[in-house]
């Protein structure tokens, strides 16, 4: 009679058992046994087992058979454990097809990966502690299992060094945020600084020429001698800054303490010192783009090429997406209100 020999791969090793083959009922009969030990190791004898002697080898061979890939220490044990006499009239189980596969070619064992086997290895899986001596401390097979389990996700799962437009990604969205921090706190502080000097604002409405005059007002009582020379650096308009001496002299504005406007003086060097740091995002994110995508910065720019291969998702996701992808790209709010309207 044709004997069954059934492969299983424990993260301590790799075990050997037999049962014999029948052509009917067999699934049956291991479904109503498969849960009672006694009646299992009726229909299921343990024969060999070999572990491994390093966490190393454990990682080596489960990674060889994720892949279907015959190990050469899975190669040693078939070759020292499995019946080389006959060996025709024998079958291995195994569960994985793709395994079998490279094992009938490499060591010519003919193979099954059928439900019977799917079945048996269910319950070796079960009683396999109980099957093979030396796995009486259940908690330090457990630890076994759960060491290579992490150690097999952390091999899987790792960033994908060769992506460098990452680091455009990552830019573009920080260059994006800090565009609307900037432009929250600049609002804030207008607010707070029109109380004092109302007037500026008409004068000067761009935000951050704004808070740079206002860092060197400061008080537009107590103005510093050189005031107009700063301003002017600032602006580099001349009309602007006498029109801005004129109304510091008869506004309209109210007073405030120094211990107020050294709070508002600190906001706003805060909000100085955040819009360089875009700045120097932005050179960066620059000269990242004509490294990665000079192409695409030439076409369209850096900053809309960056923005492009954010909403991609990857550069080579924007490289293979069709025309029609592209130009709704970035447009799915519209999109979406144009359906409800």
Not at 104 to 126: M, P, Q, Y
Not at 230 to 257: C, F, H, T, W, Y
Not at 294 to 304: D, K, Q, T, Y
């Amino acid at each position: 009679m044709t004997k069954l020999y059934i492969l299983y791969e424990h993260a301590a090793g790799y075990a050997l058992f037999m049962t014999e083959q029948q052509e009917e009922g067999i699934l049956n009969e291991i479904k109503k046994r498969v849960s009672d030990l006694e009646k299992f190791k009726e229909i299921c004898h343990f024969v060999a087992f070999q572990p491994f002697k390093r966490g190393r080898d454990a990682l080596e061979n489960i990674n060889c058979i994720s892949e279907g890939i015959l190990h050469s220490h899975l190669e040693e044990f078939l070759e020292n454990s499995f019946p080389k006499k006959k060996k025709k009239k024998h079958v291995l189980g195994v569960e994985d097809a793709q395994l079998a596969s490279s094992i009938k070619e490499k060591l010519d064992i003919t193979c099954d990966a059928s439900n019977v086997v799917n079945e048996l290895i269910r319950g070796i899986r079960f009683h396999f502690h109980n099957l093979v001596s030396g796995f009486n401390d259940l908690s330090a097979a457990t630890k076994v299992q759960l060491g290579l389990g992490h150690a097999y996700s952390r091999a899987k799962v790792k960033f994908n060094i060769g992506r460098v437009d990452n680091m455009i990604i990552q830019t573009i969205t920080l260059v994006d945020q800090m565009d609307k921090d900037i432009n929250t706190l600049s609002m804030r502080v207008r607010e707070w600084y029109s109380h004092h000097f109302p007037e500026l604002i008409k004068i000067v409405p761009e935000n951050t020429l704004y808070i740079q005059c206002i860092n060197m007002i400061r008080d537009r009582k107590n103005m510093p001698e050189d005031i107009a020379e700063q301003l002017e650096n600032i602006l580099n308009d001349p009309l602007k800054v006498q029109n801005i001496l004129e109304v510091a002299r008869s506004s309209m504005g109210m007073d405030i303490s120094n211990i107020d406007l050294e709070n508002m003086y600190t906001f706003a060097e805060r909000v100085i010192a955040l819009s360089e740091r875009r700045k120097h995002l932005m050179d960066y994110l620059k000269s990242k783009m004509h490294c990665v995508a000079p192409n695409l910065a030439a076409l369209i720019g850096e900053v809309v090429g960056a923005r492009l291969i954010a909403q991609a998702g990857s550069l080579t996701n924007l490289a293979k997406a069709p025309a029609s992808t592209v130009q709704i790209l970035g447009a799915e709010k519209a999109l979406f209100r144009y359906e409800i309207l």
